[in-house]
């Protein structure tokens, strides 16, 4: 039992943006177990952490384990790293200025920084600094640019270095808001909001996004700086230098013109191919001022010789037609490719000028085996995949440059065309299938060619028609199952009544509080109910083997819920004080295992049948339920926390496992109470000897359906045991969930599945002069399992009188005189339930997600409330 159904958490949601640190409601030590083994799967693989083995790297070439592959993977657009001049420089400045020059820029500079800044400022037709990183130059103009008069809305997919800057910002008490990026014509309001209050309002997104190769919205990035004279834009282009714009200043100034009101961040460790970043200002004053006042200008070490000696030779190169000349073959390759793509039927993200590449793939196995069996035929590519995008949209990165050849082109598009069908058709999707996926994953860009991009959706979508959406995986060893899926049977219904009852509690009736009679009483609750997360929707899912066997049950619902549910009571205080102004702040759709009124193993599973195909058709549903109701989360809860089949086998499917709070259960295994007191340690027998002996000052009443007695409980004292139960929720944000119905307990009491108990300390002892309970218990009862859910509390008698402690001693004794055999405590409220005797059963959640914005504007909370400790859970 546990205050407010706090076991009933929610989604971070989504995982946020890069990391997707906290996009499941995830810690940070909780996350990194999750990128761990993520990434140790692919580094298995052969796809990530891996080492090149040439002597000597040459164009578009490289090594792994001794095999030559041709490779996509890098982000020199246009192979300028092996040019003449460059590598001569790089020579030069060795030989005369040695390895490092190790110095503070706010002391010294070495000799070449003067003449390369003048070379970059000549580049970008404005003012230039260079410093060591992006991510470091993000920090120094923040450092300047935003300070506690200020404010900085980001597109949530704007890249992790600039959102790490911007924490940074809101230290020095910026105001940082975000903005969902499939929805970013919404800035124009934030931006409008904030305009009013502070003095400068800045907007952030990138200018190419690094790994699907979005081009940002020009027009609306006009809008937004319509909105007020004190907007700005700043914008990392990163990915947009030198391939495209005059002297290679960007794609970003190719297309928007440069003036007083936006700041430009590049790298110039990519398609510059030396090192290092620029800072690009119209205004020379704030230029000096972010070199003068920028942390990392004053406190960091400079760009190293042999890098400054590559950037100062690849600056002048800039300045010749050579850059032209790179640009235009790099523009024939990128619409090569394209027209290729096109042409072999394969599900581009977007096909624009940028060299970034993008192909849908969805779950990260599905784009593993492609890339696999890419490198098996001597190709190269980048998988993308969680946590640098969301679960399902993963795919495969490639990056075009100068050095490829249109036949390199060919052979990766062959390959490609090759393997992309056969492993979709392995795993039983169609493009239709990553349509969905991928739907409103880039917005707001039309190509260039407008005809060329609708004859490419509409063969896309033509082919799409020749696959059957949803069919079973044909390679089903391959995506982790046991037997054939399409040889078991499905059922999926939308009410508990219709569902073999017998059958149902066999399986489930006596864990996770969802027996049959339960799971009609919560459908008949939480439905036509005034406020939208009281009304779920349900679903029943049953697997059955070739002979009609269940092999796997469970149930779902689809409901709203708090994004911070399971995070510190910190973080949720504050997301609570921003639900004052927008009750649904952080809060997203989602499609839990159980239900809101539920607690503990909702999955039956025959582990001796096949289970991994059983539980291949459970996500299958669930990811159907997901899509009809637009759910962004679907979360799998309450299971085992040691079970590593089933860890490796969700892990495959896309499902990220969290730690949970530990689960606690009393076995009741003794007669009477100095038994049960025999069987505790000496410190615990102290420590339940006084709430023991306080048993003749309570009084005790329990309420059921079955005896007639619900109608001793009349409105008034409905409506005050939600009082004692609201207490609770509201002092418990360690779970934070949404506050139950008014009407909860009328709707439980009418169902044989649920009884209420009432504890009242009488007046002559110190109890409340009207008489009235001081706590409730809600339980669930059935077989020989008793769960009490939730409870309500009036704290004036819980330290001096001991009434919660004394609660869980009566409702102990109360299921002994049912005669069952254990008692479910639930979770949280660790000690005191060990006080009893209760026996810890580790558990987790599995979870996936749709989007990542919720988690990505969770983080901010975060940042805003501090990354101390977690606060220690106690009693209620």
């Known amino acids: 039992m546990i205050s407010g159904l706090g076991s009933f958490w929610a989604e971070i949601g989504q995982i946020s943006r890069a990391v997707g640190r906290y996009a499941l409601g995830m810690e940070v030590s909780e996350l990194l177990q999750t990128i761990e083994t993520l990434h140790?799967?692919?580094?298995?693989?052969?796809?990530?952490?891996?080492?090149?083995?040439?002597?000597?790297?040459?164009?578009?070439?490289v090594r792994i384990d001794g095999a030559p592959l041709l490779s996509f993977g890098s982000c020199s657009y246009l192979g300028l790293e092996y040019h003449p001049d460059l590598v001569a420089a790089v020579h030069d400045a060795v030989d005369r200025y040695g390895t490092q020059f190790a110095s503070s820029r706010g002391y010294l500079s070495a000799p070449q920084y003067e003449e390369f800044e003048d070379c970059l400022s000549r580049i970008f037709?404005?003012?230039?600094?260079?410093?060591?990183?992006?991510?470091?130059?993000?920090?120094?103009?923040?450092?300047?640019?935003?300070?506690?008069?200020?404010?900085?809305?980001?597109?949530?997919?704007?890249?992790?270095?600039?959102?790490?800057?911007?924490?940074?910002?809101?230290?020095?008490g910026a105001r940082v808001e975000l903005v969902r990026h499939e929805e970013l014509e919404r800035a124009i309001d934030v931006v409008k909001a904030l305009a009013q209050k502070h003095r400068t309002v800045w907007f952030a997104a990138d200018g190419v996004t690094s790994m699907y190769g979005e081009l940002v919205n020009v027009d609306l990035l006009r809008a937004i700086l319509d909105v007020a004279p004190n907007v700005r834009l700043y914008i990392d282009d990163a990915h947009g230098m030198s391939w495209a714009g005059e002297h290679g200043r960007g794609s970003f100034l190719s297309r928007m013109a440069l003036d007083d009101r936006i700041v430009v961040a590049t790298s110039l460790a990519k398609a510059f191919a030396a090192g290092g970043a620029a800072l690009v200002f119209s205004d020379a004053m704030e230029c000096e001022r972010v070199r003068m006042c920028g942390g990392p200008m004053v406190f960091s070490g400079p760009l190293q010789p042999p890098l400054l000696g590559a950037a100062l030779a690849s600056a002048r190169l800039h300045l010749t037609d050579e850059i032209v000349e790179r640009q235009a073959v790099l523009q024939d390759r990128i619409a090569y490719c394209n027209e290729r793509m096109a042409a072999a039927h394969l599900p581009l993200l977007v096909a624009n000028e940028t060299p970034v590449v993008f192909v849908r793939l969805g779950l990260p196995r599905v784009a593993t085996a492609v890339a696999q069996r890419l490198a098996a035929?001597?190709?190269?590519?980048?998988?993308?995949?969680?946590?640098?995008?969301?679960?399902?949209?993963?795919?495969?990165?490639?990056?075009?440059?100068?050095?490829?050849s249109h036949e390199d082109i060919d052979r990766v598009v062959e390959s490609l065309q090759r393997h992309v069908p056969r492993v979709l058709e392995e795993e039983g999707l169609s493009l239709a299938d990553l349509d969905a996926l991928f739907e409103r994953s880039v917005v707001n860009y039309t190509p260039t060619d407008r005809d060329s991009a609708k004859s490419y959706i509409a063969r896309l979508h033509e082919a799409a028609k020749t696959r059957t959406s949803g069919a079973a995986p044909r390679n089903w060893a391959g995506a982790g199952l046991d037997c054939d899926p399409s040889l078991m049977s499905v059922q999926h219904a939308h009410s508990v009544e219709e569902i073999d009852r017998a059958e149902w509690d066999g399986a489930l009736g006596a864990v996770g509080c969802i027996s049959w009679e339960a799971?009609?009483?919560?459908?008949?609750?939480?439905?036509?109910?005034?406020?939208?997360?009281?009304?779920?929707?349900?679903?029943?899912?049953?697997?059955?083997?070739?002979?009609?066997?269940?092999?796997?049950?469970?149930?779902?619902?689809?409901?709203?819920?708090?994004?911070?549910?399971?995070?510190?009571?910190?973080?949720?205080?504050?997301?609570?004080?921003?639900?004052?102004?927008?009750?649904?702040?952080?809060?997203?759709?989602?499609?839990?295992m159980g239900s809101g009124l539920s607690e503990g193993n909702h999955l039956y599973l025959d582990r001796n049948g096949p289970w991994r195909a059983a539980m291949h058709w459970v996500l299958q549903t669930a990811s159907k339920i997901c899509d009809e109701a637009e759910a962004d989360l679907l979360v799998l809860r309450d299971l085992p926390g040691d079970d590593?089949?089933?860890?490796?086998?969700?892990?495959?499917?896309?499902?990220?496992?969290?730690?949970?709070?530990?689960?606690?259960?009393?076995e009741l295994d003794w007669d009477g109470p100095e038994e049960f007191l025999r069987g505790l340690t000496k410190k615990r027998r102290q420590q339940l000897r006084p709430i023991i002996a306080l048993e003749p000052s309570y009084r005790v009443h329990v309420y059921q359906a079955t005896d007639g007695s619900s109608r001793a409980l009349g409105g008034d004292e409905l409506e005050y045991?939600?009082?004692l139960y609201r207490a609770v929720a509201r002092k418990k944000l360690r779970f934070n969930t949404f506050e139950l119905p008014e009407n909860l307990l009328e709707g439980l009491l009418r169902s044989p599945a649920w009884e209420v108990g009432t504890l009242r300390l009488d007046p002559s002892a110190g109890g409340p002069a009207h008489g009235r309970p001081v706590a409730f218990w809600a339980a669930h009862k059935h077989g020989q399992d008793y769960a009490p859910l939730f409870c309500g509390l009036d704290y004036g008698y819980v330290a001096e009188h001991g009434a919660y402690r004394h609660m869980i001693y009566r409702f102990l004794l109360r299921a002994?005189?049912?005669?069952?055999?254990?008692?479910?405590?639930?979770?949280?409220?660790?000690?005191?339930?060990?006080?009893?005797?209760?026996?810890?059963?580790?558990?987790?959640?599995?979870?996936?997600?749709?989007?990542?914005?919720?988690?990505?504007?969770?983080?901010?909370?975060?940042?805003?409330?501090?990354?101390?400790?977690?606060?220690?859970?106690?009693a209620p």
């Open 40 to 61: 140790a799967d692919a580094r298995s693989r052969g796809l990530f952490f891996q080492h090149c083995t040439d002597d000597r790297l040459v164009g578009r070439s």
């Open 125 to 172: 037709g404005a003012h230039a600094i260079c410093l060591q990183t992006t991510t470091l130059a993000h920090q120094a103009a923040f450092d300047v640019f935003l300070t506690e008069k200020d404010a900085i809305v980001m597109d949530h997919q704007v890249h992790y270095s600039v959102q790490r800057a911007a924490v940074l910002a809101r230290s020095a």
């Open 377 to 404: 035929d001597g190709v190269y590519v980048n998988v993308s995949m969680y946590p640098s995008v969301p679960m399902k949209r993963g795919g495969l990165r490639l990056g075009i440059t100068t050095t490829h």
């Open 519 to 592: 799971m009609r009483a919560a459908e008949r609750i939480f439905r036509d109910q005034p406020h939208k997360e009281h009304n779920w929707e349900f679903h029943y899912v049953v697997v059955r083997d070739a002979d009609r066997r269940p092999v796997c049950m469970t149930c779902f619902t689809v409901l709203l819920q708090k994004d911070d549910a399971l995070m510190r009571d910190g973080v949720s205080r504050a997301v609570e004080q921003k639900r004052l102004e927008d009750p649904y702040f952080l809060t997203s759709k989602a499609v839990v």
């Open 644 to 666: 590593v089949e089933m860890d490796a086998f969700l892990l495959l499917q896309g499902l990220v496992k969290i730690p949970n709070l530990d689960s606690h259960r009393v």
């Open 721 to 723: 045991l939600h009082g």
């Open 816 to 874: 002994k005189s049912l005669g069952m055999r254990v008692v479910h405590l639930g979770m949280d409220a660790e000690l005191e339930k060990r006080r009893f005797g209760a026996a810890m059963d580790k558990t987790c959640l599995y979870a996936q997600t749709r989007t990542d914005f919720n988690g990505a504007l969770l983080r901010e909370v975060v940042a805003e409330v501090g990354m101390g400790p977690s606060e220690e859970v106690t």
